[in-house]
């Protein structure tokens, strides 16, 4: 069933929305003129009405029982803000340029992560626009933006949106988002939306007085559940799969980003996200290519994303934390919260070779055994990283690795990611070493709100026992601390870090063995109390083969490779002075013994010659 305000030419448009509980709705126009219009209920609960003298512009409530007006849940545009009116707009008028693009296949992606609100000192999606080009000769080809959907107030992370189909309005709103992504598209670029299924924000959150899409059966971190598997779900999984398909046809965002799936509790015989999936299979089949649903997950388990007919939900591919935890904690040492679960190199070789490093095994944090096997799942249904928004932004002080870390532990980092046999994804001036912090920030209206999350925030910081004051999410200052700093990229050392992330990129890129995403072309060694990673990778036809050697201690280390045969050439070592390191130790080819000396905290490819 579609929903919201479909405007079909002339001045004419229907309005559907779902009320199931309710005797009475109108429809409410409040500009141009004011006037009510009487609205028809079906069996299904869902009020219908065909209105003339409509036009793109014209604003809107509904009357519930003739005493509340509210905004339109599936409103496509709030340009009053979370209280104010919903918008009609007409999706069919925009001139759109991409009629050539075909996507991109997913394990070709290389992911980066944005803020509007903080990626440019305007805070919109123009701004964005004069930076893909930049992003596109770094090695980048697929933006994630974080999400859109209209929050209350002007800054946000955007997790607390209440109106899923309408864009924020202070980023530019619905014309410049379609500008980001036909512009994207012109370049061959990928766009991904960030969306939330999990949970709508507590202000403007107005879903409650139109029928029953939460539930108390469950709680999440955000309160009630949202209704998944109650009755009158059927609905409710209608909004939300309505919603991700309104993306890709109105918006022609490339894949979705589906927040902490881990919320969502579904106990029926068809999971929310299977059906999610397999409408959004049918919607690709239908367009002739394909769209993507990548999960944001920390249960560990594998069905998220294997195929339906294997008795997974058939999502696309899914974040993984593990990988994430193992390699922050061996650089950093930290072992608070849910770290303690890692910090030993062992981590990152299984996270490696594998995807999980907790599949049905004791988890310290959590006081039980965690996650399945994800041995053969392939390597494009991982995303990876060494930063994202969580990452940083849920620290206290929302700091960034080059807070944290030595230049040589940023530069083992971003190759550790890059040649890994996942889809790497960086955060925003991660790939010149932006180190101005990434802070929680909100701008609502409701004063006891504001109040409750500032205590909120101190409290999740307590695991970790960091030490300070946690910044006012409040303050505008907070705010302004995060926007990164796009000048920085000509500068000394970023400019130098900045140059090695795009030659890591142009090696992943153009050697077949690093672009090859299959975990059975690749061998991972961890050298017993050496603090040493090599992995060996190779593409199907033999045609191409690799060594990367990470090393993690802080000194110098000396370690031997029995295992490789024939030729080795050197590609890159991060100790080079080229890179602004202390100067390399390594040959131009490994001796025939194996022996070799590497520099503490850095990472060397190498290629063999032949197929020896």
């Given at each position: 069933m579609r929903i919201g305000a479909l405007y079909s030419g002339e001045g004419r448009c229907e309005f559907i929305v779902w009320a199931p509980h309710l005797d009475n709705v109108e429809l409410r126009i409040v500009s141009p003129g004011k006037r009510n219009i009487p609205m028809e209920k079906d069996d299904r609960g869902y009020w219908k009405t065909v209105a003339d003298g409509i036009h793109p512009g014209t604003r809107y409530f509904y009357m519930l029982d003739r005493n509340k007006l509210r905004p339109d849940p599936a409103s496509f545009f709030q340009p009053e803000g979370v209280h104010g009116p919903s918008e009609v707009i007409d999706h069919g008028v925009f001139g759109w340029e991409d009629d050539k693009w075909s996507g991109i296949p997913l394990g070709k992606m290389t992911m980066y992560e944005l803020h509007v609100g903080t990626f440019t000192p305007e805070g919109a999606f123009d701004s964005i626009i004069p930076r893909i080009d930049e992003l596109l000769d770094t090695g980048i080809n697929a933006i994630e933006i974080m999400p859109v959907a209209q929050f209350p107030g002007e800054r946000n992370w955007g997790y607390d949106g209440v109106y899923p189909y309408a864009v924020q309005d202070s980023y530019g709103g619905h014309q410049q988002l379609k500008r980001l992504v036909n512009e994207c598209h012109k370049k061959g670029m990928a766009v991904i939306l960030d969306v939330v299924y999990n949970h709508l924000g507590p202000e403007g959150n107005y879903l409650w007085d139109f029928g029953p899409y939460f539930t108390d059966k469950y709680r999440t971190p955000w309160g009630s559940a949202i209704n998944f598997d109650s009755a009158y779900s059927d609905d409710v999984r209608n909004f939300f799969i309505e919603n991700a398909i309104y993306w890709f046809k109105n918006y022609h965002i490339d894949a979705l980003r589906l927040d902490a799936i881990h919320g969502i509790t579904d106990m029926s015989a068809k999971h929310f996200l299977e059906e999610l999936a397999e409408r959004c299979e049918e919607f690709s089949s239908k367009n002739k290519r394909k769209y993507y649903l990548i999960a944001e997950s920390d249960l560990n388990d594998s069905r998220v994303i294997r195929p339906r007919n294997a008795g997974g939900y058939g999502i696309d591919a899914q974040w993984n934390d593990d990988f994430h935890h193992s390699l922050r904690t061996i650089i950093t040492g930290e072992k608070t919260g849910y770290y303690m679960d890692f910090g030993e190199v062992g981590d990152l070789a299984r996270a490696i070779k594998e995807g999980f490093v907790y599949s049905w095994r004791y988890s310290a944090y959590r006081k039980r055994r965690h996650g399945n096997s994800s041995e053969d799942i392939p390597g494009y249904q991982f995303v990876v990283c060494s930063q994202n928004h969580d990452q940083v932004g849920n620290r206290m002080l929302g700091e960034r690795l080059p807070s944290l870390v030595s230049f040589e532990s940023l530069k083992l980092a971003a190759g550790a990611v890059i040649f890994s046999p996942y889809i790497p994804l960086l955060f925003m001036g991660e790939e010149y070493g932006e180190d101005s912090p990434f802070l929680y920030f909100i701008s609502h209206s409701d004063l006891d709100l504001i109040e409750a999350v500032r205590k909120g925030r101190k409290e999740e910081f307590r695991a970790f026992a960091w030490q300070g004051e946690a910044p006012d999410p409040y303050s505008r200052d907070t705010f302004l601390k995060s926007r990164i700093d796009w000048s920085k990229r000509d500068r000394g050392g970023h400019r130098i870090l900045l140059d090695f992330y795009r030659a890591l990129f142009k090696s992943r890129r153009e050697t077949p063995a690093l672009s090859n995403l299959d975990k059975?072309?690749?061998?991972?060694?961890?050298?017993?109390?050496?603090?040493?990673?090599?992995?060996?990778?190779?593409?199907?036809?033999?045609?191409?083969?690799?060594?990367?050697?990470?090393?993690?201690?802080?000194?110098?280390?000396?370690?031997?490779?029995?295992?490789?045969?024939?030729?080795?050439?050197?590609?890159?070592?991060?100790?080079?002075?080229?890179?602004?390191?202390?100067?390399?130790?390594?040959?131009?080819?490994?001796?025939?013994?194996?022996?070799?000396?590497?520099?503490?905290?850095?990472?060397?490819?190498?290629?063999?010659?032949?197929?020896?």
């Open positions: 059975e072309c690749m061998e991972v060694y961890e050298l017993t109390g050496e603090k040493v990673i090599a992995i060996m990778r190779w593409d199907r036809s033999g045609s191409s083969k690799v060594l990367c050697i990470l090393n993690f201690n802080m000194n110098d280390t000396d370690v031997t490779l029995p295992m490789l045969k024939g030729r080795w050439i050197k590609m890159m070592d991060s100790s080079e002075n080229v890179w602004n390191g202390p100067g390399t130790l390594l040959g131009d080819t490994i001796d025939k013994s194996g022996l070799m000396t590497l520099r503490g905290q850095s990472i060397a490819l190498y290629r063999q010659e032949g197929n020896s």
